[in-house]
């Protein structure tokens, strides 16, 4: 994924998926907005169930020439024509699933909230790194990726930063100066109408 000068979207899936209404929802979305890339991130770990999602979601995204990499599952992005996969295992794999994907496969590393977890997945050739949750939350132990972390990446690191995690408009705000992608998922899936949502963060953005 490039490095645009406008923040871009990179939507991440709901960890739960009916497969009768999430495609049509999803098509919805990718007609209304410009998506730069998708993640599937299901928390199923029944492979059928995996791979059900994987085949109806690629065929909404690449009808619409649209990258869709998978959690964690680098056997199953390949076996399902996936474009890629993201780590959230910080740097430890990149090279593995570099070497299972080949070079022209999406490999990117969440990285939590850690600077040198950042840079190793980057030294590790990561196409991206994601940092998050960047809004405080009560999951996990409460810390969260502040801006100056942002400011420091986009100010001495070329790979491609994600924020991701807890978004609300008033972070958008602050981090689009700061950020080349905006990881977007409950953020709007749990709103009414998620098109509706993503074009107010959208607004918030410019």
Same mark, same amino acid.
């Given at each position: 994924?490039?490095?645009?000068?406008?923040?871009?979207?990179?939507?991440?899936?709901?960890?739960?998926?009916?497969?009768?209404?999430?495609?049509?929802? =999803? %098509?919805?979305? $990718?007609?209304?907005?410009?998506?730069?890339?998708?993640?599937? /991130?299901? &928390?199923? +770990?029944?492979?059928?169930?995996?791979?059900?999602?994987?085949?109806?979601?690629?065929?909404?995204?690449?009808?619409?020439?649209?990258?869709?990499?998978?959690?964690?599952?680098?056997? =199953? %992005?390949?076996? $399902?024509?996936?474009?890629?996969?993201?780590?959230?295992?910080? /740097?430890? &794999?990149? +090279?593995?699933?570099?070497?299972?994907?080949?070079?022209?496969?999406?490999?990117?590393?969440?990285?939590?909230?850690?600077?040198?977890?950042?840079?190793?997945?980057?030294?590790?050739?990561?196409?991206?790194?994601?940092?998050?949750?960047?809004?405080?939350?009560?999951?996990?132990?409460?810390?969260?990726?502040?801006?100056?972390?942002?400011?420091?990446?986009?100010?001495?690191?070329?790979?491609?930063?994600?924020?991701?995690?807890?978004?609300?408009?008033?972070?958008?705000?602050?981090?689009?100066?700061?950020?080349?992608?905006?990881?977007?998922?409950?953020?709007?899936?749990?709103?009414?109408?998620?098109?509706?949502?993503?074009?107010?963060?959208?607004?918030?953005?410019?």
């Amino acid at each position: 994924m490039d490095s645009p000068e406008q923040p871009q979207i990179y939507l991440i899936t709901p960890p739960e998926i009916d497969l009768e209404q999430f495609p049509d929802q =999803m %098509a919805k979305v $990718l007609d209304g907005a410009e998506i730069a890339c998708i993640r599937l /991130a299901l &928390s199923s +770990r029944d492979e059928d169930h995996v791979a059900r999602v994987s085949d109806a979601l690629r065929e909404v995204a690449h009808a619409r020439d649209i990258a869709l990499v998978i959690s964690d599952h680098v056997l =199953m %992005a390949q076996r $399902l024509g996936l474009d890629g996969v993201h780590l959230s295992d910080a /740097a430890r &794999s990149i +090279r593995a699933a570099r070497k299972e994907l080949g070079p022209d496969a999406i490999v990117g590393s969440f990285c939590g909230i850690s600077r040198h977890d950042g840079m190793t997945a980057g030294e590790a050739g990561a196409d991206y790194v994601s940092f998050g949750p960047v809004g405080a939350t009560a999951l996990g132990d409460g810390a969260f990726a502040e801006a100056d972390l942002f400011q420091w990446w986009s100010e001495m690191i070329e790979v491609p930063v994600v924020a991701e995690g807890g978004l609300s408009d008033e972070l958008i705000r602050q981090l689009a100066p700061q950020t080349d992608f905006f990881g977007i998922g409950d953020e709007i899936w749990t709103a009414p109408d998620p098109l509706a949502r993503l074009k107010e963060l959208l607004a918030v953005m410019a």
